[in-house]
C-alpha cells in the first residue's frame, strides 16, 4: 500500500487495518468508471446503475434495489419507508450502528422513536426481550412498525446472525403485523462464513440494506432492497434528502467489478483475521477471543498488565506504519479487505509484539 507520513517521517509500508471502507479502486474499477454506459438517473434510468440494482437484489431474493450514497442513508430511508405516519416506534439493538453512529436521523429527520433492547454478545436480540418491547394498542405509547436487526454485527466484532434466528425475528413481526429491516452492510461477508446464500440470510426480512464500499471494497455507495411498493417509496425519499445523482454509472460500474470479482474472494479476509488474532494471543498485554473472531474484524482487549492502553498502541503502531482504531481505552479494531496481504498480517504482528515489549515500536 501507500507511504503515509508520520510522526517520526515518512512509513513506506503501509497496513491499513483501520476498517475495510479504506480501500482504494482498483484498476479494473477505475477502467469500469471509465468505460460505464450512463444517462440521467433522475430524468430517466442510467443503464449502469440499473443493472447494479438488479444484481442486487436477485443476489438478496428480492423484486427491485435502490443506489443510496451510503449505509446511513439506506438505512435512514428504510425506516422512514417502513415508519411513515407519525408516532411510529422501532425496535433496535443497543449496539446498532442505527442507535449508535447515524445522529439519531430516524428521530431528527423521520420524527421516528427508538425503543432499544439490549443486544447479546453473538449479536442478536432476545426473542422474548423483542416481544415484550412490542408497544400494545394504547393511546399513551407510540406504534411499534418495524424491527431492525444488523449482520454482521461491526460493533460486536463482525459476528454473523444465522438464517434460522432470522426466521423466528421474523415470524415474530409477522405475528404482531410488523416489519423486519436488516442493516446488511457486511452481509456478504456473513453468508460466505456461514456458507449460507445471501437470499437466505435475508428471506424474513422486508428491506435489506447492503454496502458497496466496506468488505466488498467499492469506491462509495449502498444499495437497499425490498418489495417493488417499499422500493418506489424509497426512490421518492432518496429524492428529498438530495440523494438523487445525474450520471450515476460511475459510481455503479466499480460496484459491479467488486460483486462480480472480489465478493467471492471474501474468506481470504476471514483468513486473514484469524492469522491476526492467533498470532496477537501470543503477546503478553493484549487478549483476543478467538472465538468470536467469525469474519473480517478483530477485537483486541488491552489486558490490565499492558504497558500501553489503546491509544498508545495505535498510536505506537501508526509510526511504523501499522494502521489501527482505538474503540475505547482498552480496545484496538483491526479489519481486514482484499488491500490486505498475508504477509501483512505478519508484519503487524511482529509490529505489535515490538510495541507492546520495547513500548516503542516496529523497525522491520
Same mark, same amino acid.
Request: glycine share 10%; with cysteine; proline share 3%.
Given at each position: 500500500?501507500?507511504?503515509?507520513?508520520? =510522526? !517520526?517521517?515518512? @512509513?513506506?509500508?503501509? *497496513?491499513?487495518?483501520?476498517?475495510? %471502507? +479504506?480501500?482504494?479502486?482498483?484498476? $479494473? #474499477?477505475?477502467?469500469?468508471? =471509465? !468505460?460505464?454506459? @450512463?444517462?440521467?438517473? *433522475?430524468?430517466?434510468?442510467?443503464? %449502469? +446503475?440499473?443493472?447494479?440494482?438488479? $444484481? #442486487?437484489?436477485?443476489?438478496?431474493?428480492?423484486?427491485?434495489?435502490?443506489?443510496?450514497?451510503?449505509?446511513?442513508?439506506?438505512?435512514?430511508?428504510?425506516?422512514?419507508?417502513?415508519?411513515?405516519?407519525?408516532?411510529?416506534?422501532?425496535?433496535?439493538?443497543?449496539?446498532?450502528?442505527?442507535?449508535?453512529?447515524?445522529?439519531?436521523?430516524?428521530?431528527?429527520?423521520?420524527?421516528?422513536?427508538?425503543?432499544?433492547?439490549?443486544?447479546?454478545?453473538?449479536?442478536?436480540?432476545?426473542?422474548?426481550?423483542?416481544?415484550?418491547?412490542?408497544?400494545?394498542?394504547?393511546?399513551?405509547?407510540?406504534?411499534?412498525?418495524?424491527?431492525?436487526?444488523?449482520?454482521?454485527?461491526?460493533?460486536?466484532?463482525?459476528?454473523?446472525?444465522?438464517?434460522?434466528?432470522?426466521?423466528?425475528?421474523?415470524?415474530?413481526?409477522?405475528?404482531?403485523?410488523?416489519?423486519?429491516?436488516?442493516?446488511?452492510?457486511?452481509?456478504?461477508?456473513?453468508?460466505?462464513?456461514?456458507?449460507?446464500?445471501?437470499?437466505?440470510?435475508?428471506?424474513?426480512?422486508?428491506?435489506?440494506?447492503?454496502?458497496?464500499?466496506?468488505?466488498?471494497?467499492?469506491?462509495?455507495?449502498?444499495?437497499?432492497?425490498?418489495?417493488?411498493?417499499?422500493?418506489?417509496?424509497?426512490?421518492?425519499?432518496?429524492?428529498?434528502?438530495?440523494?438523487?445523482?445525474?450520471?450515476?454509472?460511475?459510481?455503479?460500474?466499480?460496484?459491479?467489478?467488486?460483486?462480480?470479482?472480489?465478493?467471492?474472494?471474501?474468506?481470504?479476509?476471514?483468513?486473514?483475521?484469524?492469522?491476526?488474532?492467533?498470532?496477537?494471543?501470543?503477546?503478553?498485554?493484549?487478549?483476543?477471543?478467538?472465538?468470536?473472531?467469525?469474519?473480517?474484524?478483530?477485537?483486541?482487549?488491552?489486558?490490565?498488565?499492558?504497558?500501553l492502553s489503546a491509544n498508545e498502541i495505535c498510536k505506537s503502531l501508526k509510526n511504523y506504519g501499522i494502521l489501527t482504531m482505538a474503540l475505547t481505552k482498552n480496545k484496538v479494531r483491526a479489519v481486514f479487505h482484499h488491500q490486505i496481504s498475508e504477509d501483512d498480517v505478519q508484519h503487524a504482528i511482529r509490529c505489535f509484539q515490538v510495541a507492546l515489549e520495547?513500548?516503542?515500536?516496529?523497525?522491520?
Amino acid at each position: 500500500m501507500a507511504g503515509h507520513e508520520t =510522526a !517520526n517521517g515518512y @512509513v513506506k509500508r503501509i *497496513v491499513d487495518l483501520r476498517s475495510d %471502507t +479504506v480501500t482504494k479502486p482498483t484498476p $479494473e #474499477m477505475r477502467q469500469a468508471m =471509465a !468505460n460505464a454506459l @450512463v444517462d440521467d438517473d *433522475v430524468l430517466g434510468v442510467d443503464p %449502469t +446503475v440499473d443493472q447494479l440494482q438488479k $444484481e #442486487m437484489a436477485q443476489i438478496c431474493g428480492k423484486d427491485a434495489g435502490l443506489f443510496v450514497a451510503s449505509g446511513t442513508m439506506g438505512n435512514l430511508i428504510s425506516v422512514l419507508v417502513h415508519c411513515e405516519v407519525r408516532g411510529s416506534e422501532v425496535i433496535i439493538g443497543s449496539e446498532s450502528h442505527i442507535h449508535h453512529y447515524e445522529q439519531g436521523g430516524i428521530s431528527t429527520l423521520g420524527h421516528v422513536y427508538s425503543n432499544i433492547v439490549p443486544n447479546e454478545s453473538d449479536g442478536t436480540l432476545d426473542l422474548r426481550k423483542v416481544e415484550d418491547a412490542i408497544r400494545p394498542d394504547d393511546v399513551h405509547y407510540p406504534t411499534t412498525r418495524l424491527i431492525c436487526i444488523e449482520n454482521t454485527h461491526g460493533s460486536l466484532g463482525g459476528r454473523c446472525i444465522g438464517s434460522e434466528y432470522t426466521d423466528k425475528l421474523g415470524g415474530l413481526a409477522r405475528r404482531y403485523g410488523l416489519k423486519l429491516h436488516i442493516d446488511g452492510a457486511r452481509i456478504f461477508n456473513a453468508a460466505t462464513a456461514l456458507n449460507v446464500p445471501i437470499q437466505r440470510l435475508v428471506e424474513a426480512a422486508d428491506s435489506v440494506s447492503v454496502c458497496l464500499s466496506k468488505g466488498l471494497g467499492a469506491p462509495v455507495g449502498s444499495v437497499i432492497v425490498g418489495s417493488f411498493e417499499f422500493i418506489a417509496k424509497a426512490r421518492r425519499l432518496r429524492k428529498a434528502l438530495g440523494g438523487g445523482m445525474r450520471q450515476l454509472g460511475v459510481l455503479a460500474a466499480p460496484a459491479l467489478v467488486s460483486i462480480h470479482d472480489i465478493a467471492g474472494k471474501l474468506h481470504i479476509d476471514h483468513q486473514n483475521a484469524h492469522r491476526l488474532a492467533e498470532g496477537l494471543t501470543r503477546i503478553k498485554g493484549i487478549h483476543v477471543d478467538l472465538a468470536s473472531v467469525e469474519t473480517n474484524m478483530v477485537f483486541v482487549e488491552v489486558t490490565e498488565d499492558s504497558p500501553l492502553s489503546a491509544n498508545e498502541i495505535c498510536k505506537s503502531l501508526k509510526n511504523y506504519g501499522i494502521l489501527t482504531m482505538a474503540l475505547t481505552k482498552n480496545k484496538v479494531r483491526a479489519v481486514f479487505h482484499h488491500q490486505i496481504s498475508e504477509d501483512d498480517v505478519q508484519h503487524a504482528i511482529r509490529c505489535f509484539q515490538v510495541a507492546l515489549e520495547n513500548h516503542t515500536g516496529c523497525t522491520m
